[in-house]
């Protein structure tokens, strides 16, 4: 008889599964997802630079419609997973060339410190016109 | 006394995974493997568990409690049950289930083997039987220890239980990924050796598609390690070396 083995979309489930997990593994999680999430907005951001295609009636309306607090709440959150994103790489970059490995958890801590600053700023900057 | 519910995750083959609860009675000194034992001598007997030395010498007893890998001999109950709950059993995670809580562990050993590291202890100072039983009028005699002892790090601490394969997410995903023991052995090795070709043929190994570089640094290894081996600290010591000597190369 065989040994029992989850199935493939069940082990990809263990990417996510923080239950009762240490930081290091939310910042790979985190990281995962902020990827997936920065892939797939590239991919909208040529269909919506596609729109100068049709000239600048279908310009104009996009624009209109990315100023919607809906279209902006959006472009914080792809602020803040470009912000964890980006400094969680310098972390996995630094921890990769053997540097801080003990202080991984301080260094995502700093990560999010900043992510949360900055992305306050932006907020801001963003809906206080 | 401490009236606990395991819940316990069970599985033989052509039948369906499930679980089975079983309630417990064990003191509150007791450590898991414990409640473990009384499980299977009060209610069941064809529940199958790995254990032998209970004390965190051999490393068979590891598994998932409430989902985090632990050794259930040095487990206490009071430190995993939160006096409402059951306490969730389950096998290690990334390895075959041959049986309920009982893992296939030939993967684990066939990736120790591949850095030529010494599943057994040979490789060890050997005490001389005189410490045991020193004859009279003879001391026992002192050891020593090669030159290149000097560089010998905590790795040696390794039981070999395979937690840190069990709580690596990477693993899940890439069943060939050496993981973090098995890329520990290959620095401990590294470390172990003045052969510069087995050296090259340790660091191909670590360099190659399911090495070194398919870590994704999630540190949970290092966080779930019993024995404080560092398994990802040393992968990342691993491409550091592996770095340096590309840069070498390049700079010739």
Redesign the interface.
Known sequence: MEPFKHPGFYRVGRWFDLRRRKAGMWAYALNRITGIGLVVYLYLHLVVLSLLLGGPGSWNAFVSLARSPLVLVLDVILFAGALIHGLNGVRVALTSFSRGVRVQKGFFSVVMVVTVVTLAFVALKVFGG | MLDVTLEIFR?K??EE?HYDTFAVQVAETAYVIDALDEAWALYDHSLTFRHACHHSSCGSCALRI???EKLACITRMTDVWDGVHPIRLDPL??F???SDLV??VSGFFQRMSASHMQITRDAEPILPVSVDKPALGVQAEAISLPENLTRFNRFENCIECGICMSAC?TM??DEKFFGPAGLAAIYRACQQTDDPTETAHLLALADGEHGVWRC?????C??ACPQAV?P??KI??L??EL?ARRFKKSGR
């Open positions: 599985y083959p052509g995974p409430n989902g985090i995670r990334n075959p289930i041959v893992v296939d997410p899940a995903t994704h640094s999630a540190f949970e290092i966080e560092d990802a600290g990342m010591a491409r550091q770095i």
